[in-house]
């Protein structure tokens, strides 16, 4: 009986699904080796392998057996997920198409040899794991219906796209219509949008990404996938904005908000904001000076006007600044910048602190105990007791041990160091890949979790 790849799933699933691994047809206590690699869409290769052994009935489930040595040890279902590694050094996993599914491939090779060779192959598999939403089990019970997914994807010019969904699971033989969405004029709409004719409105939510720049959509996408209308919001280097980003004017961000409260498919009062790193910030920002914000995420965020001023109206907030004299190098001769920041006279009153006392609805902190780009655990702290100098209770704080500053979507391989837009060097992110990517998926739980009760639940897929 020739070795076999089963997936479950199989065939497709969404990228922040866990799927089962197993391998039926090999020899009782016959050792392979399994490997993984997937290529993103500049063609970087990441791989990661491990060894196992079959059990007596040649049968190996990895959901029951741990792996013995390779890119990880031990019982680690998805670790052949979480342990990529990519081949170009300091490339940052990203997904840049949400439209396209990343396809990994599943080797089984036969022995422990540290480089398998091609005629050692048993058996190989192609799994692809989706961002769109909807992507999962829904199945129309009329014969020779193919269902397909679909969901409201809006340009919004250079602020970004919104992802309205999930709308649906479509297929041949539900009825669509074609939806035009009301923008200013200053705005592009995407046209000829087809969705069903049920779901909806959803809890909004905005999402923001740090100063790496660009449109970043994996993460909304996500969200949409389970009951959220989310928007992307890019800031610089897309479409006409700014290459750099110099200054914060929360205006520009208010009109997102605008935006998102006025969609028919967004279900007020308010909305909820996530972002991570700087994006996180201007989150803080948000909640602190606009209303109708419902609930925020800062996922490593620092709560202060980092090197960059922060506008709003007749207000500002001027940066805490740094000093790159204490910048290290670390062991491993890559650049530490964690204390680069001018040191916070005044704690939680120091005047380049944004001041989150004013937000209207709650706010949760999500940190990485190890995170390099900045102190996040030791600034959410000093969050805390803002919030309790003004009388507004402890913040929420989740702190995660051996997690570095990237606290991605589940399964995403942990970005240890990386090309910083600034320095134009690459630095150290922090991080233990077992405990960060254990951290990931708690954390995308908890994000959940807090969207669906502060905005309300999300609608059953």
């Not at 396809?103 to 058996?123: I, M, N, Y």
Request: aromatic fraction near 8%; charged fraction near 20%; proline fraction near 7%.
């Amino acid at each position: 009986m020739a070795a076999t790849v089963v997936l479950e799933p199989a065939g497709r699933c969404r990228w922040d699904e866990p799927v089962r691994i197993a391998v039926r047809g090999l020899a009782p206590g016959q050792r392979v080796t399994l490997r993984a690699s997937l290529r993103d869409e500049k063609g970087a290769l990441f791989r990661a392998h491990a060894r196992y052994c079959a059990d007596a009935d040649g049968q190996l489930d990895l959901a029951r057996a741990p792996a013995l040595g390779g890119s990880f040890v031990g019982l680690e279902p998805m670790g052949l997920l979480w342990a990529l590694e990519p081949e170009k050094p300091f490339w940052r996993f990203v997904k840049r198409d949400v439209q396209t599914p990343f396809a990994v491939k599943l080797e089984v090779f036969d022995g422990h040899e540290p480089e398998p060779q091609a005629e050692q192959l048993l058996s190989v598999a192609v799994h692809e794991r989706d961002f769109r939403p909807g992507f999962g089990g829904s199945r129309c019970a009329r014969a020779g219906c193919a269902p397909r997914s679909s969901y409201l994807q809006v340009s919004l010019g250079c602020l970004g796209r919104a992802h309205i969904g999930p709308l649906i699971h479509l297929c041949s033989c539900l009825p669509q219509i074609t939806f035009q969405t009301s923008l200013p004029s200053s705005l592009k709409a995407l046209s000829g949008i087809s969705f069903a004719l049920r779901l909806g409105p959803f809890p909004g939510i905005i999402d923001i990404f740090g100063m790496g720049g660009g449109l970043l959509e994996y993460r909304a996408s996500l969200l949409a996938g389970h009951g959220f209308a989310t928007l992307a919001l890019a800031y610089c280097d897309f479409e006409d904005l700014p290459k750099k980003f110099d200054t914060i004017h929360l205006d520009y961000f208010e009109e997102a908000l605008c935006y998102m409260l006025q969609h028919t498919q967004v279900k007020g009062p308010g909305i909820g904001l996530l972002g991570i790193s700087l994006g996180a910030d201007i989150c803080l920002s948000m909640a602190s000076f606009l209303k109708n914000i419902s609930a925020t995420v800062s996922i490593n965020g620092s709560g202060f006007s980092e090197n960059k001023p922060i506008y709003y109206k007749e207000t500002s907030i001027p940066p805490l600044g740094h000093d790159l004299r204490r910048m290290k190098v670390a062991f491993s001769g890559l650049l530490d910048i964690v204390d680069i920041r001018n040191d916070i006279v005044g704690g939680c009153e120091n005047p380049c602190m944004i001041p989150i006392e004013k937000a209207q609805g709650p706010i949760l902190f999500i940190v990485g105990q190890d995170d390099h780009n900045w102190r996040s655990e030791l600034y959410a702290q000093i969050a805390s007791e803002r919030l309790q100098a003004h009388g507004k209770g402890k913040a929420q704080i989740i702190s995660y041990p051996g997690t570095g500053h990237y606290i991605e979507p589940p399964y995403f391989p942990m970005c240890p160091a990386s090309l910083h837009r600034l320095l134009d060097k690459p630095v150290i992110w922090g991080g233990e890949p077992r405990a960060h990517s254990k951290a990931q998926i708690d954390a995308w739980k908890q994000i959940l979790t807090f969207f669906s009760k502060h905005l309300g639940a999300s609608p059953k897929l």
